[in-house]
């Protein structure tokens, strides 16, 4: 059996979806995550990305702020509407954001600051989805057997 690779991802590791309308950004973007040991998936437009959501178990998404064609406060708004649970990281080349995108998203990363940066902070929200989620089940198993 091969070990787990970049091209063959751990079945233990989170899948991302990183949403930008250039596709050799997302192609960029999905490399340097791989690397990381992420599982990603990529969608250019909205309707791509909540059929993404829909159809996989997503741990985290990666959104891309200036996008043509698609307004990201309207992406992150239906993405926290539809799925609340997955959080939404905010990438952006502006040091200041409107706040009514921010209380959309659930972390905001400067792109001087990729990769590592954005890295950080996927561990980081993966993490406490997880364990959120975790909590719940675990909940749910109790609420059941009472």
């Avoid at 992420?38 to 998404?61: P, R």
């Avoid at 996927?122 to 749910?140: D, I, P, Y």
Wanted: glycine share 2%; charged share 25%.
């Amino acid at each position: 059996m091969d070990s787990p690779t970049a091209e063959s991802p751990n079945l233990e590791s989170p899948t991302l979806l990183c949403i930008d309308d250039r596709a050799q950004v997302l192609a960029l973007r999905k490399a340097a995550l791989e690397q990381q040991g992420y599982s990603v998936k990529v969608a250019t437009c909205s309707y791509a990305a909540i059929k993404t959501l829909e159809e996989n178990e997503i741990a985290a998404v990666v959104l891309e702020y200036k996008q043509e064609g698609m307004d990201a406060e309207a992406v992150a708004y239906h993405i926290k509407h539809r799925f609340p649970r997955v959080p939404v990281i905010l990438v952006s080349a502006y040091a200041e954001m409107p706040q009514r995108i921010l209380w959309l998203v659930d972390e905001y990363v400067l792109k001087s600051e990729l990769p590592h940066g954005l890295v950080r902070i996927l561990r980081s929200q993966v993490q406490v989805a997880r364990k959120a989620t975790r909590s719940e089940e675990r909940g749910m198993v109790s609420a059941m057997a009472a």
